[in-house]
């Protein structure tokens, strides 16, 4: 029986890719199967998934594993050598005029709002009149489709993915692609890949501004962006901790050490303000944001304060400057989504006009 069924596997992943792509494949007795799929940077991302569901597809298998793997990566582990070869220069940034003033949001650490900022940031620009457009730079956690309430595959037309519209901002995101439930256990190559064909591959079209959500961090998807395209500015989220502030200083310098201009600091959970009576309460130690600006020499953009509800709107997919814009935390990210269009339109000739 193994033997039936892994010809009918191999006959699956046949016919949807070459067979030069599928390396180890094993199957056991009771319906296990683990293969290692070699994707290159000129694969689609989606074929990883698509081969997952081919074998799925097969009658008698119960688990599929797949080991993702950049081929041009794997032949030179354990090749002979007898000195170090030149690293390749690091590639340089295009300009994407299309998309207009790009902006990257990023974090030290998880957890400290990133990606509702982004969201809140984007749809209170469209609110404002601007073309907008959001990536969801965020490949091990993406959150956007959930905030923006929307969870549909995108579709390709003429070669191009089309992106997808909710509260008038453009969005794309590796959630909208890979099953909710999928592990994202990728290196560094399938990573910049992804963040390429997501700015190259999707049909955005014309736009004012172009927001990144990034994972936590200074890995792999911060450092692709910065070498993909041209930044115009980043965003510094963090909470008004030490533990998080000193985080966030790490990220900060990533971007001052690729060049890149960072715009501001916003603290989140800047204390809690109370529904009944609008007193406003520090549930945390005060100033982080502050101090964290002082130290980078950048201004203090912002302080959104905890607010009931808030979670349960960003769980329905209702960023809550459109679902109470005028709640404090709503006025406090509106206030920051001016301040950082201000900002992100002096650098640049010919500024964009303001929406009344």
């Known amino acids: 029986m193994p033997s039936d069924i892994h010809a009918r596997i191999a006959a699956a992943l046949a016919a949807l890719t070459r067979p030069d792509k599928v390396h180890d494949l094993v199957v056991d007795d009771d319906g296990k199967v683990s293969f290692t799929f070699h994707l290159t940077r000129e694969d689609p991302a989606t074929l990883v998934r698509d081969a997952r569901k081919a074998v799925q597809a097969v009658a008698g298998v119960r688990d599929v594993k797949v ?75 993406p959150n956007v489709p959930r905030m923006m309430g929307v969870d549909d595959k995108p579709p390709v037309v003429g070669g191009k993915i089309q ?15 890979v099953e909710r439930e999928a592990p994202a256990i990728w290196r560094g190559p399938i990573i910049m890949k992804i963040i390429q064909q997501f700015l190259r591959d999707v049909a955005w079209g014309e736009l004012d501004y172009f927001l990144v959500d990034l994972p936590p961090g200074t890995g792999d998807a911060q450092l692709s962006l910065a070498q993909t395209i041209h930044l115009h500015g980043a965003i510094i989220v963090t909470t008004p901790q030490e533990m998080a502030t000193g985080d966030s200083l790490r990220g900060a310098k990533m971007f001052e050490r690729v060049g890149v201009n960072v715009l501001g600091v916003v603290e989140n959970m800047s204390g809690y303000v109370c529904p009944h009576c609008g007193t406003h309460t520090e549930l945390f ?37 459109v679902a109470a814009p005028d709640s404090p935390a709503a006025r406090a990210l509106i206030d920051i989504a001016t301040h950082t269009a201000e900002l992100l339109q002096a650098t640049r000739s010919g500024p964009l006009p303001i929406a009344p």
């Open 285 to 321: 130690l005060a100033g982080g944001g502050e101090r964290l600006a002082a130290e980078l020499g950048v201004p203090l953009l912002g302080q959104v304060p905890l607010q009931a509800g808030m979670a349960q709107l960003a769980d329905a997919g209702q960023p809550i400057v």
């Open 163 to 177: 992106p997808l519209l909710a509260h008038g901002v453009k969005l794309m995101s590796l959630g909208f692609i």
């Open 67 to 141: 080991n993702v793997m950049d081929p041009g990566t794997a032949a030179t582990q354990g090749a002979p050598h007898t000195h170090a070869p030149t690293p390749p220069p690091p590639p340089t940034p295009q300009e994407m005029p299309h998309l207009g003033r790009v902006l990257a949001i990023s974090s030290g650490k998880g957890g400290v709002g990133k990606s509702t900022v982004s969201a809140n940031l984007a749809a209170a620009l469209a609110q404002a009149g601007h073309r907008v457009g959001l990536m969801d730079g965020d490949i091990y956690g």
